[in-house]
């Protein structure tokens, strides 16, 4: 259901539903909003540049919180167990901080490092909690493991659960297990003026 609208002085304006629209064709004027954020969106774009050029033209700032494509590789999910995540177009062609400022006035980027403890359950947001990856919810709530066909996901759980089991998981990356932070290559981006 819409939520209610209210005016300053708490007046109900009925239900209103809140517009949807995609980076390239958004529905809002010129100059729309002070600042417009994404997060972890941009690697999904059909077309970077122009879906950034709707960004700046509705919004004065932009601020981003995205996977930097430079980062490819050396997170352990991927690369040992579900390898042909790295040939998914959104993998490969995973922006950088320089392709945004590309397109946009970059005035600072930041490392953001992923908390040990971290619930959100975006793609390495388990990077220590290795059994989190065995609940189908949490592989279904990350974009890339999600575009992975079923037996290629099925296998890959298949020889974690294996791993786990084994201790062969923790006698390579067990070590990860008493680390409080990590970086995987998540960075806020903030443009504009």
């Known amino acids: 259901m819409p939520p209610r609208r209210r005016t300053c002085d708490g007046r109900d304006r009925g239900r209103v539903a809140p517009p949807q629209g995609v980076a390239g064709g958004l529905p809002f004027v010129d100059g729309s909003f002070d600042v417009a954020m994404w997060t972890l969106t941009l690697h999904h774009w059909p077309d970077l540049g122009e879906g950034l050029a709707d960004v700046r033209r509705v919004s004065r700032r932009q601020v981003f919180l995205l996977f930097d494509g430079l980062a490819r590789g050396g997170y352990w999910l991927a690369d040992d167990y ?94 990860l297990r008493s680390m409080t932070e990590a970086d995987y290559g998540y960075k806020l981006v903030i443009a504009g003026g």
């Open 82 to 175: 579900f390898p042909s995540v790295w040939d998914l177009a959104s993998e490969q062609e995973a922006p950088t901080v320089a392709m945004v400022g590309e397109h946009l006035d970059v005035r600072r980027a930041e490392v953001i490092m992923i908390p040990g403890d971290c619930t959100d359950g975006f793609g390495c947001a388990y990077w220590n909690r290795p059994e989190a990856h065995l609940d189908p919810v949490v592989l279904d709530g990350m974009s890339w493991t999600s575009q992975l066909a079923p037996e290629v996901l099925a296998e890959g759980v298949e020889r974690l659960r294996d791993d786990l089991e084994t201790g062969r998981w923790d006698a390579r990356h067990g070590h």
